[in-house]
């Protein structure tokens, strides 16, 4: 009996609980109903604005494959019209063992066969031809300078090796002079006065000095007194000069070199010969 009444209790519940899920299921199917008729309208809307862009767009399409149609149907024919030109052009024939002429574009080929080039070329050439003649000319000269100076470097040396041997010829020719020079006053000092004297007045003058200037002032003394007397003089004024010239060299010797000595003494046998103030006497 119990479960018969709790039975009872929950029909209603249960009536009254679909019922109301019925509801929300209608409204909600009402609302997606006005939701999707406002989503259409506006759908149409849209679509109704885009034909006239989506007919523009048809139109071209279709204006682009028409132009396309067109150049393939073109190309046949252009290769036609080129075989047709290909075959009218004569044809050349190339003898046996001939190549034919490549053809080359004026752009890419070397210009060296143009005349701007073959001149430029050509002064190119003859400037380098006169630099070598310029080059070769200061070659030769420098070769012939170089030739000259060696020259010139050995007649120097040859010059400087025949100084030499006449300095030393000469300095052997004063030995022997001096030695011959130093026998005659030997000989002269060993004579009796009056012998010598009489040699004496027929001796040059030149050699008369080299002999009077080397003997003894004791020696010479009684030679000269007699001797002639212009003999004599001249003999006394040659001594007396002889004696100036060192004495003058000395002198400048001095004056150049600030304070120096003097000398006053003669040449060997020609100072203070006694006797000189008697030389007149026979």
């Not at 420098?142 to 025949?162: R, T």
């Amino acid at each position: 009996m119990n479960e018969l009444l709790s039975r009872f209790r929950l029909l209603p519940l249960l009536v009254l609980v679909a019922s109301l899920a019925f509801a929300v299921r209608v409204g909600e199917t009402y609302t997606g109903v006005k939701t999707l008729a406002a989503s259409a309208i506006a759908e149409e809307a849209v679509a109704e604005k885009a034909k006239p862009e989506e007919a523009a767009a048809d139109k071209k399409t279709d204006d682009k494959k028409a132009d396309d149609k067109k150049a393939e149907d073109a190309k046949p024919a252009e290769g036609g019209q080129a075989k047709e030109e290909a075959s009218a052009k004569p044809k050349v024939t190339v003898p046996d063992g001939a190549l034919p002429e490549v053809w080359a574009d004026p752009a890419k080929e070397n210009m060296a066969d143009s005349p701007e080039q073959m001149q430029l070329m050509e002064d190119l050439g003859k400037r380098r031809e006169q630099l070598n003649a310029r080059e070769k000319a200061l070659d030769t000269r420098e070769a012939m300078m170089a030739a000259a100076e060696k020259q010139i470097d050995d007649k120097l040396q040859e010059l400087s090796e025949l100084k030499k041997q006449i300095e030393q010829l000469l300095g052997q020719q004063d030995v022997e002079e001096n030695n011959r020079i130093a026998s005659l006053v030997k000989i002269y000092e060993g004579m009796k006065p009056k012998d010598a004297a009489n040699i004496f007045n027929q001796m040059e003058m030149g050699v008369l000095l080299k002999v009077v200037s080397k003997m003894s002032e004791r020696k010479v003394a009684p030679i000269i007194a007699a001797m002639d007397t212009t003999k004599a003089n001249d003999l006394t004024v040659q001594l007396t000069e002889m004696k100036k010239l060192p004495e003058q060299q000395t002198s400048r010797q001095g004056q150049g070199q600030g304070d120096g000595p003097t000398p006053t003494e003669a040449p060997e046998g020609s100072a203070a010969l006694p006797g000189l103030d008697a030389l007149g006497q026979p």
